[in-house]
């Protein structure tokens, strides 16, 4: 903190519930897949655009908003007060999806930690950036970038004011950055903390920013007419404050915290009053890849099996899309249903989900594919458990399917491991990536919502669960994933053993993929796909079949080979001698696992539990 600001005359001392020592920006695209079609299609600029997702115009260009043209307006409505509008199909999320993944690496490349929230939004946590900017600016020479919400009248003892002034700049070359290079005009909002951030940024739009400074979070928040705006507050929580007539957020502001106990837990209560004058401590927690990777289409009612069929079909070529895109291998299916009870009005989700064998997948070129096969395959595990939802004998309504892939292979790829010997030219997830992966278990706020618009194709990865999460029909915490610390992370021995060994599926796949990376011609056969991860006999015959040098299955490169320690060939070559050798490896707990020879690489070929 800078001695001037400390003696500063008129200063004011920080809320003591409300720490200052944030700065958050919260950046937002503007309109966002209709300027995803503008990018791609310039000469739509200059014409009323709306984005078109089954009968609903999903958004629109601010051309098309000078008509009145609204978020969710049915199209039918929108061409009433605009019959010129141009209207571009957008059911299919792969280029949104495409950009929004753009704009987060953007804005990575500041270095701090950044929140993706739906396509389009993300919080960026700029505190440390911006305290090694402090050390070289001028204090009295920082001026806001963008508009202010409220002049401040007084300094902040705690020097936040400069702070976020600096993080209005910082705010600034992100937008600047994300037009330059990608072509998106954006809004920020700027505050000490995520709620603020994120509430002030739609103040001034399109393509601008403002800051807004602690003293004023009350103030701006007591404008703020519906309880719902506030973004962690979820329907349930709504109705019973409309139920006791607390509708505005100055309502929520005023009611008596011991009232509020009433008719919520006491942290919920408090947690409540915080966010009705501003305060918010949840961290940006950094994104990272999604646990799930999902769809989901929605639509009146389905009543026939051969009509699901088709639904799920058209579904699974997109997610397999998707997942192409992710690059990790998917070794579970998750198929969601939403069922419709006619007599009593009302609808309910279930789901159902089994193991996928990783072999349904191979990688050529380093892209992961499904052949026909593969995907008939597929096809037939979702049917499967749809069967299994569904009582086929009576009739049945669904007005949703839903398909994900809910887990992925994870691999050793490490100094020590036997997949970097044997594939070292095939990306697959690490142990290291999971350190991305670190997240987002339940905090006290959350800022996604996940409901998606009753008639579209929805997109349900779990950084992108909704498109919107603006509105919040029903808020709920989705991702819950491991999260390794550094220390885990950098000595894999730490990890839980059976993270790190290698299945007879993993060795298969070390076969298969180098097999279709680099010797086809060559290639033993490919074992069946199944269900389970369990089997490991045909994988050991696959790899004992083979051999060109010394016992050495064909697809092994023997340079890599010869580059192993002795130790490890040797085994190796016993392993591929004798495949029955696989049974010298002890199946029970990691424990007795442990007891065996000391490193020794067959410890790494013991089956998943
Ligand atoms: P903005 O931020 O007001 O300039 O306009 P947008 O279009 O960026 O709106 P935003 O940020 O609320 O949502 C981002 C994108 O998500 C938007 O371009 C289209 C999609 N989206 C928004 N609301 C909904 C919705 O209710 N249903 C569906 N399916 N998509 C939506
Ligand atoms: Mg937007």
């Known amino acids: ?90 059911e299919d999320l792969h280029d949104y999806r495409a950009a929004s993944n753009k704009i987060f690496t953007v804005l990575q490349s500041w270095k701090c930690p950044v929140e993706k929230l739906g396509m389009d939004e993300n919080f960026i946590d700029v505190t440390n950036l911006v305290q090694e900017k402090l050390k070289t600016v001028n204090i009295t020479a920082i001026t806001v970038s963008g508009n202010v919400f409220s002049e401040p009248t007084l300094e902040c003892i705690c020097g936040c004011h400069a702070r976020l002034k600096i993080a209005s700049q910082i705010a600034s070359e992100m937008r600047n950055k994300i037009y330059d290079e990608l072509g998106y005009t954006t809004c920020a909002g700027i505050a000490h903390n995520k709620l603020l951030a994120k509430l002030i940024c739609p103040f001034k739009k399109p393509n601008d920013q403002t800051t807004i400074f602690p003293e004023h979070g009350a103030s701006f928040m007591s404008t703020l007419q519906n309880v719902r705006s506030i973004p962690s507050i979820g329907s349930k929580t709504m109705e019973t404050l409309v139920t006791h007539k607390i509708i505005t957020v100055s309502d929520l502001q005023m009611v008596p915290l011991e009232i509020l106990k009433k008719h919520f837990s006491g942290d919920m209560a408090v947690r409540l009053k915080n966010l009705s004058i501003g305060v918010d401590n949840t961290p940006v927690k950094q994104t990272g890849r999604p646990q799930s ?20 079909s058209a579904l699974l070529q997109r997610l397999l899309i998707l997942v192409r895109e992710d690059g990790r291998i998917p070794v579970s299916l998750r198929v969601t249903l939403r069922k419709k009870d006619v007599k009593r009005l009302s609808s309910h989700r279930e789901s159902r989900q089994c193991q996928v064998s990783a072999s349904i997948f191979t990688i050529n070129n380093g892209t992961l594919t499904v052949t026909d096969a593969g995907q008939q395959k597929l096809m037939s595990i979702i049917m499967r458990l749809f069967n299994k939802l569904i009582n086929l004998s009576k009739p049945f309504h669904l007005t949703l399917v839903g398909l994900a892939f809910t887990k992925f292979q994870e691999r050793m790829t490490g100094r020590g491991s036997i997949v970097n010997y044997l594939m070292n030219d095939i990306s697959v997830q690490s142990v290291l990536n999971i350190q991305n992966d670190c997240d987002t278990s339940a905090s006290s706020m959350d800022y996604s919502a996940v409901s998606p618009s009753s008639s579209t194709t929805t997109d349900l990865s779990d950084a992108e669960v909704e498109p919107s999460p603006k509105k919040p029909k029903k808020v709920t915490w989705i991702a819950k994933r491991r999260c390794l610390s550094k220390e885990e992370v950098a000595s894999p021995s730490k990890l839980k053993v059976g993270e790190l060994r290698l299945n007879s599926r993993e060795l298969e796949k070390v076969s298969e993929l180098r097999l279709s990376s680099r010797d086809r011609s060559l290639t033993p056969r490919a074992s069946p796909a199944k269900d389970n991860l369990s089997d490991t006999s045909d994988t050991m015959k696959d790899i004992a079949e083979g051999g060109n040098c010394d016992n050495c299955p064909s697809y092994v490169d023997k340079e890599v080979f010869n580059a192993l320690p002795d130790e490890m060939q040797q085994e190796l070559k016993a392993m591929w001698k004798n495949p029955s ?29």
Not at 596 to 606: D, E, M, R, W
């Open 293 to 312: 990777i999902g769809l989901e289409d929605s639509f009146k009612t389905v009543s026939v099996k051969s009509e699901v069929e088709e639904k799920f």
């Open 581 to 609: 050798s696989s049974e010298m490896v002890p199946r029970s707990s990691p424990r007795t696992m442990n007891k065996g020879k000391p490193n020794s690489i067959l410890k790494y070929f013991v089956p998943h539990k």
């Open 1 to 90: 903190m800078d001695d001037r600001n400390m003696e500063s005359s008129s200063s004011i001392l920080p809320d003591e519930s409300n720490d200052h020592s944030k700065s958050i920006i919260h950046i937002d695209v503007d309109c966002f897949y209709a300027q995803v079609e503008m990018v791609r299609k310039p000469e739509l600029q200059s014409l009323p655009l709306g984005i078109q997702q089954k009968n609903i115009v999903v958004t629109s260009n601010y051309e098309a908003r000078k008509y009145g043209i609204r978020k969710c307006m049915l199209v039918t409505d929108a061409l009433k007060v605009c019959p010129n509008l141009k209207l571009v199909n957008g």
